[in-house]
């Protein structure tokens, strides 16, 4: 594999620490190096500092002239839906029109939709769709994404998404408890079937497990049955929970040990405590917030309480039909009132960790992998402050150019 040397960047900016996540006012630790190389081999970064510290025995590595522009480390986009055929945009205009996202589930339609257009489309078809979402998530800076099956609802197209997903690069999720499909009478019926039946093989291609807590899906009791079943099975766990209601996700999240629990646009003061007192990391979604136009999660209050926080597209066809991590960004400080660090560091080393992989991607530091992205821009916070604008200019990932802007 050839070395990659990027030199004589405006910034190279990475937070802090070791290889765990970061909270309270360490949630801020971006340190900036001006005037800066990143060296890769092998696939690894083997160092980042100023140019007057570049080693003089570098050997003869490709190089990429970094001048004017600011380094950061790949993006990591902790949660999306981007295994999915057909789309909703007859669903967008009905909710333009004043439809709510909740009615148009309630009707048969919302991830129901989904689940008819992923049923019918055969494995390679969801594998190319995959491939050429994560073509759009790289685009914009995204080196690692996660995406959740939960569009199958059935045996073989559940496992069919969590292989897609696997063959697309992704790291799957299995969300087999997405919704129940029409076929079955109840929810707990529909767990009897997935615990059964897609559970076994579900759990040798799935990192881990996510369930949707709120009404019309999974109330707590059948969201524990599911996930501590997953548990029992080697999986992670994972929670959409407080999206619209306040529904125990929080609670449930700690008591089993859960990595995350994502969304929380409806937590109250006392869901922020628990979270911030907690070793769960709450992931926000604004994307998703401001798709549906529903109010903000408590990101300011959750950072302030001292929880773990990362940021995510929540990339799907019904409630954020967006790929775009530096637009997160920018709603992270905008909307979120997080500062661009803590912004910066909820988006790379506490979206890795949500993934188990702080120690190794997240971070711009020797041995962690070479995935990088350079922001056209001489101060790295353009990639939040520079709002749905083309900041991405160059993505390197594993020492490898792998998205080029043209012109
Ligand atoms: O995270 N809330 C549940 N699931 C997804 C949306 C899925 C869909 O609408 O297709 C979410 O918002
Ligand atoms: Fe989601």
Known sequence: MTDLLIRDLAQAATPGGNAGPLRGPALRDVRVVEDAFVLCRDGVIAAVGPMRELPADVGTPEEIDGRGLAAIPGLVDCHTHACFAGDRVN?????????SYEELHA????????????????????????????????????????????????????????????????????????????EFEDADTYLDFLLAEVLPEAAGLAEAADVFLERGSFDAGQARRYLEACRDAG?????????????????????LGARSVDHLEATGPAGVEQLGASAVTGVLLPASALFLARPMPPARALADAGALVAVATDFNPGSAFCDS????????????????????????????????????IGRLRPGFAADVVLLDASDWRHVAYHLGGDVVHTVVESGAVTFRRTA
């Not at 997160?328 to 997080?338: D, E, I, M, N, P």
């Open 91 to 99: 669903e967008f205009s009905l909710r333009a029109g004043g439809a």
């Open 107 to 182: 009707a048969g339609g919302g991830i129901l939709s989904t689940v008819r257009s992923t049923r019918a489309a055969g494995e390679d078809e969801l594998t190319a769709i995959t491939l050429r979402h994560r073509s759009w998530l790289r685009a914009h800076g995204t080196t690692t994404f996660e995406a959740k099956s939960g569009y199958g609802l059935d045996h073989d197209t559940e496992l069919a998404q969590l292989r897609a997903i696997r063959a697309a690069g992704g790291i799957p999720t299995w969300l087999g408890a997405h919704t129940v499909p029409p």
């Open 235 to 255: 999986l992670a766990l994972r929670l959409h929970g407080d999206q619209f209601t306040e529904s125990g996700a929080i609670g449930l999240a700690i008591e």
């Open 325 to 360: 991590m530096p637009l997160v960004l920018s709603l992270a400080c905008t909307q979120l009132k997080l500062a661009p660090e803590e912004a910066l560091v909820a988006a790379t080393a506490n979206a890795a960790h949500v993934l188990g992989r702080a120690d190794r």
